[in-house]
């Protein structure tokens, strides 16, 4: 008996549209905390009729500390807390069947996007993957196809679809709501979003156990073009081994792997917020 390996990000869910749902000290983020805890207990409950009764969870938005506790059903291994090695998908490559990644959204600059932004939206107007537009689903995709872990359903708005279903198309998508403008979506309803997301993981898991899903691959090395949204931050990147500059707000860095391309990433971010707080008064 196998198991499956889910990440859930925030602003890809039902029912989220705006910052203050996004962060602990935002007014609305209870709501986010109900309703992280009812996609869980929903797809806990659809994996085990499926035949999956252990399923790991990865919290993969903010700080990391999103989803109760005390709300997650048995049979559920919560990845929870940041400065993990591989962020939303650490723990991949202790062996699963397959990923499944909840409550995506789309890349930093997609035009009329639901919180459009690729791993740090501080840090990152975009990112490039021998030359193609990188999300977060690719991105830990391929960290998960490096493994030899397949993704096979992906949940979110409307903006993802076509970048999955382009990169997997293999890949069960589930539609969550349609994105309206940057900050506002259509939701449907909140019972309508879980019923289509447990049809999704029974057709999802139909696949994987006919063969018909494999493992996201790139060819290497990757160049990998990270876009920095300020000047300052590729004024400190360049100073890090590998990483040439290419222009005022451009950095490149050639890895062997996608997981040496989301460690550079991770530093990158990292470095972008303390230059960011190195300014403030």
Do not use: C
Not at 40 to 53: H, I, K, N, S
Not at 71 to 78: A, H, K, N, Q
Not at 242 to 251: F, H, P
């Amino acid at each position: 008996m196998g198991r499956i390996y889910v990440s859930i990000d925030a602003e890809g869910l039902p029912g989220v549209f705006h910052p203050t749902q996004l962060v602990p000290d935002g007014k609305l983020f209870p709501e986010l905390r109900d309703v992280m805890a009812r996609v869980v207990r929903a797809l806990a409950e659809e994996l085990g009729r499926q035949g999956y009764p252990e399923v790991w969870v990865a919290d993969s938005h903010g700080f990391m500390g999103n989803i109760p506790y005390l709300e997650v059903p048995d049979g559920v291994y919560l990845v929870r807390g940041s400065l993990r090695s591989t962020s939303m998908v650490y723990g991949i490559d202790r062996g699963f069947d397959a990923a499944m990644f909840i409550g995506y959204h789309s890349a930093a600059a997609t035009p009329r996007s639901l919180a459009d932004h690729t791993y740090s939206g501080m840090a990152f107007y975009e990112i490039r993957l021998n030359g193609v537009r990188a999300s977060e689903f690719y991105i830990n995709g391929l960290v998960a196809g490096y493994y030899g872990v397949p993704v096979i359903l992906v949940a979110g708005d409307e903006k993802l679809r076509e970048d999955v279903l382009e990169k997997a198309p293999w890949a069960v998508y589930v539609t969550f709501k349609e994105s309206v403008s940057r900050f506002s979506a259509v939701m449907k309803p909140i019972g309508t979003a879980l019923a289509e997301l447990r049809e999704g993981i029974a057709e999802a898991v139909r696949r994987l156990r006919e063969g018909q899903v494999r493992p996201l691959n790139i060819g290497t090395p990757i160049t990998a073009e990270f876009h920095m949204r300020r000047s300052e931050y590729a004024d400190a990147a360049e100073d890090l081994p590998g990483v040439v500059r290419e222009g005022a707000y451009i950095v490149k860095y050639v890895a062997q792997n996608p997981v040496e391309v989301y460690k550079i990433m991770r530093i990158l971010a990292m470095l972008a917020a303390a230059v960011d707080a190195s300014y403030r008064a």
